[in-house]
């Protein structure tokens, strides 16, 4: 079992910045994978980033350049710098992290951009 608690949503600004932080309840390193999700209000959830274990990562085209996730195994943590925020960023975004028998999420963090 894996216990996942997100931080650091929020309000932000067009072209501004964010960084959500998400802190897993045992070792990452127990841990595949690791991400995040969002979901908009009235649309599906969908995948904004992910990163494995040994650190490989993937993107929706959307956030490509802009967005860079990362991962602190010592820490049980991964975190998601968000750069040059745009209004369709808004979205309710939630953690995620895979092991060998199932997927896990947290409760969600709101980021809202808006000027």
């Known amino acids: 079992q894996v216990q996942l608690v997100e931080s650091g949503g929020g309000l932000g600004q067009p072209g501004g910045s964010l960084r959500l932080s998400c802190a897993a309840s045992?070792?990452?390193?127990?841990?595949?994978?690791m991400g995040w999700y969002r979901q908009a209000s009235g649309q599906q959830r969908e995948s904004v980033a992910l990163?494995?274990?040994?650190?490989?990562?993937t993107y929706a085209d959307s956030v490509k350049g802009r967005f860079t996730i990362s991962r602190d195994n010592a820490k049980n943590s991964v975190y998601l710098q968000m750069n040059s925020l745009r209004p369709e960023d808004t979205a309710l975004y939630y953690c995620?992290?895979?092991?060998?028998?199932?997927?896990?999420w947290g409760q969600g963090t709101q980021v809202t951009v808006s000027s």
């Open positions: 990163i494995t274990r040994d650190g490989s990562t």
């Open positions: 045992r070792s990452a390193l127990s841990i595949r994978n």
């Open positions: 995620y992290a895979q092991d060998i028998l199932r997927s896990y």
